[in-house]
């Protein structure tokens, strides 16, 4: 029998736990707390205790937080909120403070980063942590002295309350785009979602070229400071000082949002921007390998947004042609699929659709909702479902001076394949197939 617990019988997406409390019971937890009107017969109970409360996502994030003795008000937290761009800002923030001799955890979808030293815990894949593990682990950073958390907070994880009693100094947004509303219900309740970093954070940091960013903060009485292009913390960047060495104009804009947050945790951003020549991308954010006048870049770019951002940036820069290797995701948001095969056949010379984590759907059928966005007419657009064969046909099939960018999964290292998780990395095959690619 297990030690002595509280279960939280909470209803998710595909199970409800209030169907688990016998289990519970016999696993050894001596209370039971559920959120609605139906409750377990008293026999099954037997000097159990049931608490009921309005909200079991709202009980389970205040007392993770208490138990682990809240520990978000020892540390200053950044949260970073945005359909894209949340992974590059948080490392930016992390690597910005540790030039700066701070001590620093970024926690998000690549992982959990102590000093910029990847760290291997036992907690779920997710971008941002449901609060049971959340608080042991600020818990942990606490121990380990870390003076600043900078975290991803994903619509779902502020949805979900995940972060509900984090005490988060500064929330960021970057922009608004297309995804998860199925997941959602909506665009309106993703929109929703987002919108509550700006009632969680104490003081906000706003992308001013994002019409829906404006639009979710203007009714916050948080104190806001405001980025663009050429802005930092309201002030105007020198010519001289602008990080130009970043590739593609949204990493520099990524970059521009994280001097930002340094300007508001008290240094001069003026200071800092010289220091945006040292900065490095993620794994899987325009990773780069270059072989035989080649370029690849592999990209975790899933959106429509995101797409067009990174295509326009390379296409801008070009002096080859454009080949751009994406699928979607399945069991995931349906509008995107064609955005996305119509983003890719306008600022590519050449595509090849493919598979991504298809899940239980049928990877044709995904890749015909993407070929509806082509209008089935484009000679430049190819079909191959398998992705390592599309991966490695794009390679063999540059010439010296192109660049193929493979997008969608960034640093994954999996493929997800009805129930199973293959192995699978865009980098290694690429980085395979540049190897092997005849000159």
């Known amino acids: 029998m297990d030690d002595e617990y509280i279960f939280v019988a909470r209803k998710g997406a595909c199970d409800d736990g209030f169907l688990h409390v016998q289990e519970a019971i016999e696993r050894g937890a001596t209370v039971i707390v559920v959120d609605r009107n139906t409750y377990p017969c008293p026999e099954m109970l037997n000097g159990v205790t049931l608490v009921t409360v309005p909200d079991s996502r709202r ?48 926690i998000g979808t690549t992982g959990i980063f102590m000093d910029g030293n990847k760290m291997t815990f036992s907690l779920p894949e997710m971008t941002t942590l449901p609060a049971e593990f959340l608080h042991p682990l600020l818990k942990r950073c606490v121990d380990a002295g870390m003076d600043y958390v900078v975290m ?50 104490n003081t906000l940091v706003v992308n001013s070229e994002d019409h829906q960013c404006m639009e979710l903060v203007k009714s916050s009485e948080r104190p806001i400071c405001y980025f663009n292009e050429m802005t930092v913390a309201n002030r105007t960047v020198p010519v001289g000082l602008y990080p130009h060495d970043l590739p593609g104009r949204h990493n520099r804009m990524n970059a521009l949002a994280a001097v930002s947050v340094l300007s508001l945790l008290g240094y001069d951003s003026m200071n800092i921007l010289p220091l945006c020549s040292r900065l490095t991308l993620p794994e899987g954010r325009l990773q780069k390998i270059t072989k035989a006048g080649v370029t690849v870049f592999i990209d975790y770019a899933h959106t429509p947004d995101a797409l067009q951002t990174v295509l326009a940036s390379l296409s801008a820069e070009l002096n080859g042609g454009l080949i751009t290797v994406f699928g979607c995701g399945g069991d995931r948001d349906h509008g995107k699929r064609p955005l996305m095969g119509d983003v890719a056949e306008t600022y590519s010379s050449k595509v090849i659709i493919t598979s991504d984590n298809p899940r239980n759907e049928d990877p044709l059928t995904i890749i015909q909702e993407i070929l509806s966005g082509t209008a089935g007419k484009s000679k430049k657009v190819t079909v191959e479902p398998d992705r390592r064969a599309a991966i490695e046909r794009a390679v063999h099939e540059a010439e010296s001076g192109d660049v193929v960018v493979i997008a969608g999964k960034g640093h994954e290292k999996t493929q997800q394949v009805g129930n199973e998780l293959l192995l699978f990395s865009d980098y290694e095959i690429a980085e395979i197939a540049l190897r092997e690619k005849k000159q």
């Open 152 to 201: 991803e907070a994903s619509s779902l994880g502020l949805s979900t309350s995940r972060l509900d009693h984090c005490d988060i100094d500064i929330g960021v947004f970057l922009n608004i785009g297309v995804d998860h509303y199925e997941e959602h219900g909506s665009k309106e309740a993703y929109i929703e979602a987002k919108k509550k970093l700006a009632t969680l954070a």
């Open 59 to 106: 009980f389970l994030s205040y007392a993770s937080a208490k138990l682990a003795g809240n520990p978000s008000e020892l540390m200053t937290i950044i949260a970073v909120t945005g359909t894209n761009g949340k992974t590059t800002v948080t490392h930016f923030i992390g690597q910005l403070l540790a030039m700066l001799g701070k001590k620093a955890t970024v």
